[in-house]
């Protein structure tokens, strides 16, 4: 490998003496990196279903005819 500059100022040409100075200061090399698994995040079922209520009674106020006016509701 070609003489390369790690962050302590030092040129490395062994990629194990270079990988081994990045660990020692905590960095990443890019391309190496393993990324953890990503997961969905669900919601309880308890918001899911407050949500559905919440939603079906405005739909019912507004088949009623309720209506929100500058004023206040209707």
Known sequence: M???EQ???RFY?????????GRA????????EK??????????????A???QSLD????RFRRGERITPGGLS
Do not use: C, I, M
């Open 35 to 48: 990324f953890k698994p990503k997961t969905r995040a669900t919601e309880a079922k308890a918001v899911k």
């Open 13 to 21: 040409t062994s990629k194990s003496a270079f990988r081994a100075v």
């Open 25 to 32: 200061h905590g960095l990443t090399e890019v391309g190496t």
């Open 50 to 52: 407050a949500r559905k």
């Open 57 to 60: 009674r405005a739909v019912a």
């Open 2 to 4: 070609d003489p390369v």
């Open 7 to 9: 962050v302590d100022g």
